[in-house]
Nanobody, 125 residues
Framework: QVQLAESGGGLVQAGGSLRLSCAAS????????MGWFRQAPGKEREFLAA????????LYAESVKGRFTISRDNAKNTVYLQMNSLKPEDTAVYYC??????????????????WGQGIQVTVSS
């Protein structure tokens, strides 16, 4: 079992940037893929980005490609989501996810073993 804790959310103006962090504990961090999702009010949870076990492969949803960057530091058991050029429609609760396998596609295909508690990101216009 993996425990995940997000940090770095908050309020930002449109066009600004935020960096989310997710600290993991439990299973060996470097053995599984990690990802980020978000859920806006009244909408389903949406896949955003995933990264494989050693950080060599990343996947992104079209809605965030070119604006968001996922990365990981296995020495710190932490995954990051750098969010640039934020838009009001990026407002949502953001969730960190740990995959059940090591490859990034396992996250995008729904293979999530553990979720963080979520953190609010609000982008004002």
């Amino acid at each position: 079992q993996v425990q995940l804790a997000e940090s770095g959310g908050g309020l930002v103006q449109a066009g600004g940037s935020l960096r989310l962090s997710c600290a993991a504990s439990g299973r060996t961090f470097s053995s599984y893929a990690m990802g980020w999702f978000r859920q806006a009010p009244g909408k389903e949870r949406e896949f955003l980005a995933a990264i494989n076990w050693f950080g060599g492969r990343t996947l992104y949803a079209e809605s965030v490609k070119g604006r968001f960057t996922i990365s990981r530091d296995n020495a710190k058991n932490t995954v990051y989501l750098q969010m640039n050029s934020l838009k009001p429609e990026d407002t949502a609760v953001y969730y960190c996810a740990a995959g059940t396998f090591s490859h990034a596609e396992s996250i995008s295909n729904g293979g999530v073993g553990s979720w963080g508690q979520g953190i609010q990101v609000t982008v004002s216009s």
